[in-house]
């Protein structure tokens, strides 16, 4: 299904066996076949069950996109009817379906984000010709600071996943475990990397890359505050499009985020252009389209009291509530 016009690369099969390894979800793979036998659409699924968040399933949880991959419209329509008898039988509360196009299966629509995405220029030095001098200027002062950046895998996953934790404690958000990111990067190997950014040998900035075709994402990102004066940001993302572009992806994607947001303006500045993001809901009979963001003031006390708890108790607890927010 990888010639498939909506094929990404949450659509591997490898995925769902992340989500079962790593979360211990319960998942589902749709498939459609045609008259031959030879298969023409998929539709991964996965189920997130409990007390405080409720039952329902996810195409894909953790990740930016999911939904149907078929040879046409009518395939993806057959397989979504497939999904939402699915969620009938199994009496879930709601079928969450996160795509790019905004109609086409009369189902609830929710169209709050957006994917930020940067058309590459053919090599890294071409597209650092093509940034102002501001934008040069910000990427050359975590440079004269002394940072470096790294490109690895399993071996920068440490430096990752301490950044990672830490950034996510501070932001009022509980963690994956790192058990979850070990497992993506020893079931896709070099499709997934590691960059990361030392200040006096101490990480400082990490992200997390996962290629498909010709598209490079950055699902994952994180800085420490503590040297954000010294925009070690900066660095991380320039070496993460140099990365892209010396490796012949074309496209890179910095994920997801709210309409002129601050990550928003972040991205936007490196010339990446917002592409709406559509999720799709059907929804049990009396229910409502749900809101399992940190915004809903709901989560306000204990975001707050999360923000002020030990990195070692956020990093013990925090994956065994996380692996229920889709």
Not at 45 to 61: I, M
Not at 136 to 155: S, T
Request: net charge positive; hydrophobic share 40%.
């Amino acid at each position: 299904m990888k010639a498939a016009p909506g094929a990404h690369a949450y659509h591997r099969a490898g995925w769902t066996s992340v989500i079962e390894r790593a979360f211990g979800q319960q998942t589902y793979k749709l498939i459609s076949e045609d008259a031959s036998g030879s298969v023409n659409g998929i539709l991964p699924l996965a189920r997130l069950r409990s007390r405080l968040f409720g039952d329902f399933l996810v195409s894909l949880p953790y990740l930016n996109y999911g939904g149907p991959c078929a040879i046409d419209a009518e395939t993806e329509s057959r397989l979504v009817d497939e999904a939402v008898r699915l969620a009938r039988e199994e009496n879930v509360q709601h079928l969450e379906l996160r795509l790019t196009a905004p109609e086409g299966f009369g189902l609830h629509v929710k169209a709050s984000k957006v994917s930020m995405r940067l058309a590459l220029a053919e090599d890294a030095d071409s597209l650092w010709k093509s940034f102002p001098s501001k934008l040069r200027n910000q990427v050359n002062r975590p440079i004269k600071e002394g940072m470096v950046a790294r490109v690895g895998g399993l071996e920068e996953l440490d430096a990752f996943y301490r950044v990672f934790s830490i950034n996510m404690r501070d932001l009022g958000t509980p963690v994956y475990s790192r058990a979850f990111f070990e497992t993506v990067l020893r079931e896709f190997g070099p499709d997934c990397r590691i960059v990361s950014v030392y200040y006096q040998n101490q990480p400082v900035a990490s992200g997390f890359l996962v290629g498909f075709k010709d598209t490079l994402e950055i699902p994952w990102a994180s800085s420490l505050r503590s040297v954000n004066r010294l925009a070690p940001n900066m660095l991380l993302y320039w070496s993460v499009l140099k990365y892209a572009a010396d490796q012949g992806y074309r496209v890179f994607d910095f994920g997801r985020s709210s309409p002129d947001a601050g990550t928003y303006r972040f991205k936007e500045q490196w010339g990446a252009k917002p592409l709406p993001l559509y999720w799709h809901y059907w929804v049990r009979p009396g229910g409502k389209v749900p809101d399992l963001s940190p915004a809903n003031p709901k989560y306000r006390v204990a975001i707050d009291i999360w923000k002020r708890l030990p990195l070692s108790v956020t990093n013990l607890i925090g994956p065994a509530i996380v692996r229920n927010i889709p």
